[in-house]
Structures are given as C-alpha cells and as structure tokens.
C-alpha cells in the first residue's frame, strides 16, 4: 500500500521485536525464526508501535540520530517489511 | 597460521537458537511414521517441572530464542501452562507442536494468557477412515475443534501432516480440508525415515510417480490460493538423492531435551552408538552445549571420511545425516547413503525401486505403543548380543 505522512506501522501478528544481548542487535522473531536486524532496521522497528504515524517516526529518528532526510531511506524499508508481513501499515 | 586456527575456528560453535522441550513420550495417538525413540518406554523418568524451569533457564542465557514444547503430546503434561509462561516471561519465543488431544477452550485460552506464540497442529490425513488408521483414534473431527479454539485465541493456524505412502494419493483432499479450515499455513512433511518410521519404511515409502503428481498437485494449488494459504512441501531425500544439512548443523543451532533430560543435537541422535550425551540433571547446558563430546563429536567438517572429505559440497550439506548414515550402514561416519557418492547408496536406490514396483512389504505394519516399544527394544537387545558375541568368537 502507498504511504503518507499518517501511516501507522505496527508489527505484523505473530512477531515480535526484541534486543538479544547473545546476537548483539535487535531480533525479530516469529515462528520458528529469527531475524537479526542491523541498527537502522533496528531503530525503525521498535518505534512501529501503532501509535506513531509515520511522521512522527521520521522526526524521531533524525532527531536521535541529528541528521536529516531519512524519510526515503525509512519508506524504502517499511515497504520491504510489509511485503514480508514483518510490519502492518494501517 | 591459517592451519593452526583454522580447525579451531571451525569448531567454535555458536549460541543454540532453538531449545526442543519434548516434555513427555506419552502420547494418545500411535502414528507408525512417529519419530520418538522406538524404545522410548524405557525413558519413563520424567523431568520434574523445576527442572524443566531450570533447563529453560539455563538455555536462554545460552543465548536460545525459540523454545519449542513438544513430545510425545505435550498436553498431557499438566504444568505444561506453567512452563509455557516460565519461557515466555525469559524471552523466549514460545512454539507448542502438538495433535491438540487433550486441548479445550479452558486451556487454549490458559495458554494464551501464559504468552503462547505459536502452535502447529499437526494432523494425519484428511478423510477419517486413514486418520483412524494411522492413529488409531477418532482425531479427524477433534482437529475441526481445535481449529475454532485456536482462531478464538488469534493465533494462526498452522497444520503439519506426514505425507506417506498411504496418505500421498488424498494431497488435493488434505489441502482442500486444510483450507477449509482456515490454516493459513500447511507443511506437507515427508516422512523421513528414523525410528518408528524406520521400522515402517516398506510401508510409508511412496513411489516417485507418486510424489511427482504430489508436488504437481501442491503447485497446482499454490497457484489456486496465491499467497492466501502458505504451502510448504518438504521434499524426501530417497528420491532426490540430495544429503541434507541435517539440523542445519550438528550441534550448530539446535538443542533438543527428552522427556528424562538428555541433552541431544536432533532428536534421533541418542540412537547413535558410541556417542554419550549427558543429562541436565548431571550436568549444566552450556558445558553439555560447549564441552560434551556428544556435541562436539560430528561438529563440523573434521570427522568425516571420504568420499566427503573431498567433495566439494562437503560444507554445504555436512556429509547428509549421521542418524540415516548409521541406520542405513550401521557406521555412523560414513556419508549419508542418500547421497549418490555413497558406496552405500544401492540400499537407498533399492528401497525407492521396490516403493516404485508397489512391492507388498513382508512385515505387518508396527504401530507406536508401549508394548511395541518394548518388544522393539527386546528385539534389538538380543540382536546387539547375538553380534558382540559373534564378534568376540
């Protein structure tokens, strides 16, 4: 689906995001596997809590992280996390 | 330099990622492909629910993440709802694989609220007259049930059934009814060959022509449902001739525990002569995980023998499974006989030729139960005696 400023990510039924200290990064787990996340997914993922609209989302990582124009980059990976129902864009 | 770490580099295993809880052998079902123990009635010693809590505990800070319960029926143990919170509240991700006999709403519902994950549920066949068969008991309706408990409780469903001689021709009915019932995901699992499916081989094995229109038929429905019901069909090594990389790995993600506390690489592993595997009740899981021969034994790539020591695809699928190896050539070290490298690959080719003739096996099909167990075990008790003594003479 297309995606605006309003979007509210969440995880997908059955996943579930955590930090793992044995992997060092966050994990996303859902039945019977497990992905290892980099930072960035990381960062991205644990802020798709259903309440965050998408702008919101952005303002915060680039405030987190003092830089600017991360809205395409964040875009490019909810649309790849949606397609692999790692993430529900409501 | 290279030479003198690299063995050690290779034998420097990670984390385990999945912890196997097979919390009992009870079962109420007797499936002839079952891949418990065939001498599994003599491990009646149970873990006690604090030492199960302690082996989940130990396992997560391993670094394990996925925690499976399963058995035998793990339903049948009733702290099964204490042990499902126990790793939920550790973090784990929390999988119950089970028949669902034995499941009601009260428990369904119990589960959930103790974090249950996930649940897959496996099932026989799709018409009564071959589940009543295959399991001995009326499951077919009870599956239907449990179907609706679970949807009330949100999880998903998903089904497994063992695909096999007697239940191959039904693929198209078991994805109908699969689908009817709203999985949204199915596994059409080949029987592999250990144990209880071992001693059933002659039975189960399905001739290639069968599995040809079986995977066609799958395809076919693929298209059909796009997306809407993931279909998962696991092909047999028989007749692919491909090893696998069994367990992705020998001791490499995986750690399963019986139902006595043996600690065990796969679940069929304790079959494996020469090998010891310790117990969590003598001994903590990261020394049996990092320390045990029983893990370190077939850990990588040093152990093997030719033709694998020079295969290029040695790395790729590990020389196939030490469980079949042994089983199918009585040495545990050899390549797996699936493997068309193999010298003994003529008893795997042998088997799929008399599968594909439609030859009718000479023994009566044995099905899981206690006395069988027994019987089984009895059997190959005076056999291992009657070949130590021909040995020593």
Redesign the interface.
Known sequence: MSMDGATLPRLGRGFRLQWEEAQGCHVLLYPEGMVKLNRSAGEILKRCDGSAPLDQIVAQLESAFSTQGLRAEVERFLAMAAAQRWVVLA | MTAAIGPAAAHAPG?P??LLAELTYRCPLHCVFCYNPTDFAHYEDELSTEEWRRVLREGRA??A??C?FSGGEPLLREDLEVLVATAHEL?Y?T?LLTSGVGLTATRAAALRSAGL??I?LSFQDSTRELNDFLSHTRTFELKSRVGDMLKAQ?W?M?MNVVIHRMNIEHIDRIIAMAHDLGAEYLELANTQYYSWAATNRAHLLPSTEQLRRAEAITDAWRRKLDGRMKLYFVVPDYHEGKPKKCMNGWGSVFLTITPDGAALPCHTARLLPGLHFPTVREMGLREIWYQSDGFNHYRGTGWMKEPCVSCPDKDRDLGGCRCQAYLLSRDPDVADPVCPKSPHHAVVRRAVTAADAGAVPEQPIVFRDRRNSLRLSAAANDTMQRSSRADSE
Do not use: A, E, I, K
Request: hydrophobic share 30%; aromatic share 12%.
């Open positions: 984390p990622l999945w391993l670094g993440v996925q499976g973090g991700y999988n994950d996930h897959q949100g998903p998903v």
